[in-house]
């Protein structure tokens, strides 16, 4: 009931497509929905989060949208450019003290020229 | 803007020997962490610590595994006895409260067990 589900592993779009990761989370208590960007050899870096009472958020080229009915959620990068190349988490937290970040399996993406 | 500092960056030690991992979390921040990432896989929670003591842990930190915060400005991650299977990437990470959002990850440390 922990565990949070992503797909798919791997993802190859042109430069300007518009990529979609998606995840799926068991736990209802969960209540709030990051997702990061991991670059080789670095950290995971916060790209945008989401509570369950908002649909939809949008930053910049990053939008997330989430079905609470559906205990789903998605990334979408609008224009992608060869930079945002990188693996993509998302993960799920229940903002009690101190709780755990649980990670989905991670979306290696790539951006062709 | 502030970091969250690991170090080493790449460790490489023989299986049965200890090791220590360092962080130096952001300076205000209260709740600190430590992940693991086995190649090629999904980032694991280990343990979260605060006000001196562990406040969870999952079931990979078994024994072999402790925390301590020896000062105020670092964190470290000892395993007692390396194994084969602890060859993985470990992240620290910090958070201001336990309520606030955003968690700041370090760089990690590659360690590598041989």
């Known amino acids: 009931q922990q565990q949070v589900k992503q797909s798919p592993q791997s993802l190859i779009v042109q430069k300007g497509g518009i990529p979609i990761i998606n995840c799926a989370y068991e736990n209802t208590a969960f209540d709030y929905f990051p997702w990061y960007q991991q670059f080789p050899g670095k950290g995971p870096a916060l790209l945008i989060a989401?509570?369950?009472?908002?649909s939809e958020k949008k930053e910049g080229r990053f939008t997330i949208s989430f079905n609470k009915s559906a205990k789903q959620f998605s990334l979408h990068i609008m224009d992608s450019q060869p930079g945002d190349s990188a693996t993509y988490f998302c993960?799920?937290?229940?903002?009690?003290?101190?709780?755990?970040?649980?990670f989905g399996e991670g979306t290696q993406l790539t951006v062709n020229p | 803007e502030p970091e969250v500092t690991q170090t080493p960056s790449h460790q490489v030690t023989q299986m049965g020997q200890e090791v220590i991992l360092r962080c130096v979390p952001i300076?205000?921040?209260?709740?600190f962490y430590w992940y693991r990432q086995i190649l090629g896989q999904k980032v694991e929670f280990l343990v979260s610590f605060y006000n001196n003591e562990i406040s969870e842990k999952s079931e990979i930190f078994d024994d072999q595994f402790s925390v301590e915060r020896p000062d105020g400005s670092n964190f470290t991650l000892k395993i007692r006895s390396t194994k084969l299977e602890d060859s993985a990437m470990y992240f620290c990470?910090?958070?201001?409260?336990?309520?606030?959002?955003?968690?700041?990850f370090g760089s990690g440390t590659r360690l590598t067990v041989v």
């Open positions: 993960a799920a937290h229940k903002e009690t003290s101190g709780s755990r970040l649980t």
């Open positions: 989401i509570r369950p009472d908002v």
């Open positions: 990470a910090s958070r201001i409260t336990g309520f606030s959002l955003g968690y700041t």
């Open positions: 300076s205000n921040h209260l709740y």
